[in-house]
């Protein structure tokens, strides 16, 4: 163990040293890395340790894979990561992802593979390389469906996975099914879906499957996801004043799905998702919050330009919105109800941004938001009573990789 | 129109100077290939060569002038969807990047000496010790 910190330290400090790109350490095997720091500035809410009048810096991701094919029918990847993000992630180091990939069949045009371990989720196009600053268009992605809240569902999770992938003509079909048991033992998670209680989710099994079209090289991508995934919740006997020692352990399943759209032209890339993610809750049994057992369904998209306007630099538009009941947009009926603000129901983000790459392992962000609602901030950074509905922000970054 | 009349400058300045042809490994025995299957081989999804010899890409930095001419005449797309095809299959685990050389001779010498090798340069002489393959 010894031995192998110090090679992979020797080595990424040699690549530190030499500017040099991705690092073949052997014969099959690869090592990658990255870092990103970034300062926030809002005018109203907290978002990564920003208050208002003051910038916030916790903001921090640390990522480092090795990867291993060891023959061209066998790949063994796996991926450390560390991210700091507000009161939402603390920079625990976590295996991202670890698993191995064995191909069945691949005969030029058609391939059939299957991975076991904790493996990406494809959910939409963004989901599997989230955390990583320089694969993303902007320094956040689209949060309506890539919230932070709910990330612990959609990063990775251990299960077992059957992919593949056809070519026809100028296109290119490819799939994946996971059999999967996500890892929910968050307070985010708990926050999100129950408010802040002490009590825990668990999962049970679930599934995810994405398929995607490419045409000509993916001039034009399109791409549907779908997932199902159950948890259980059980309480603390304090949680819901007291009412989680009498209430039952409620059950929520989530039914989500994203249809993907995207353009690329040489300057120009159009972006275009959709997510509608029903929850059906079950069993949670609190006399004084029927809303716990209140189904609804999450509505999100956005639409996204990216402009290529000079080498080294690109320009970002975007329009992101999500509405977390889709039968109350402005969340009235859920402010009636329960007296917290209608604003922590939905979120209208307009982001404009900057890219600059100086180099190929280097980029330089800016980005400003104006955004009306908090539906996706926080609620440990946000208690929702002091929640306000409009606010800015402004966002810088520079990110590393090799 | 900007655009049209600055590409015409530059197909003067540049005309029948950059253009890019893929080399392999002396081993390698294929003649040609089509688009697709050039960029299934630049994208890392085809891994071996007709007999179960593995395949080996090397590839130019993307500021290199013939990485750009390479990307839009031979496989036709643009660079930047190659270099996100590659940081999406390097950051999820589920792929590797191609070997990144930073010159031509590199890229000849790298190609010339490594069995299951697939490059491209700018123009092949009749002496290296390579083969060449035609994209149809």
Known sequence: MIQLIRFLFINIALIITSGAGARDLQDGVQLHGFASQGVASSSQNQFNGSMPGSAGVDMRELGLNLSWQAAPDWLVSGQLVSRWAGATDNGTVRVD?????????????????????????????????????????????????????????????????????????????????????????????????????????????????????????????????????????????????????????????????????????????????????????????????????????????????????????????????????????????????????????????????????????????????????????????????????????????????? | MIRAVLFIVWWIYAGGTWAAEIIVHPGVKVKTLTVNETRSLFGMRQLTWPGDVPVRVFVLPEQHALHAVFCREILNIYPYQLRIFWNRLVYSGTGQAPTEVATEQEMLARVASTPGAIGYVNKVNSNDPVNTISVH
């Open chain 1, 97 to 402: 992802y670890a698993f191995v990939d064995h191909s069945l069949t691949d005969n030029g045009q058609r391939h059939l593979g299957m991975q076991l371990g904790k493996v990406k989720n494809s959910y939409g196009f963004f989901n599997m390389t989230r955390d990583v600053a320089h694969t993303r268009a902007g320094i956040m992605l689209p949060q309506s469906i890539y919230q932070d809240q709910i990330r612990d569902f959609f990063l990775a999770a251990p299960g077992i996975s059957l992919h593949g992938s056809e070519e026809r003509g100028d296109s290119l079909l490819s799939w994946q099914v996971s059999m999967l048991h996500p890892q929910v033992n968050s307070q985010n998670l708990t926050a999100y879906i129950v408010d802040r209680q002490l009590g825990h989710f668990n999962a049970r099994t679930s599934m995810l499957a994405q398929t995607l079209w490419e045409q000509d090289g993916g001039k034009w991508r399109v791409g549907l996801s779908l997932g199902q995934f159950d948890i259980h919740f059980q309480p603390a006997p304090s949680d819901f004043f007291g009412a989680g020692s009498f209430t039952g352990a409620g059950n929520v399943t989530l039914n989500t799905g994203v249809l993907s759209v995207e353009h690329n032209r040489e300057d120009w890339s159009y972006t275009a998702e959709y997510a509608s993610t029903r929850q059906l809750r079950r069993g949670f049994n609190v006399p004084f919050a029927p809303i716990l057992d209140k189904d609804t369904t999450i509505e999100a998209y956005y639409l996204q330009t990216l402009w290529r306007f000079a080498p080294r630099w690109q320009a970002l538009a975007r329009y992101d919105a999500i509405y977390l009941d889709k039968q109350d947009r402005n969340g009235m009926t859920f402010a009636a109800v329960t007296t917290l603000p209608a604003s922590q129901r939905y979120a209208r983000d307009w982001t404009m941004g900057l890219r600059y790459e100086p180099s190929s392992i280097w980029s330089l962000f800016a980005e400003i938001h104006h955004v009306n609602g908090g539906a996706w901030l926080s609620k440990l950074d946000n208690p929702p009573a002091g929640l306000k509905s409009n606010w800015d922000m402004l966002l810088l970054q520079a990110a590393w990789h090799f």
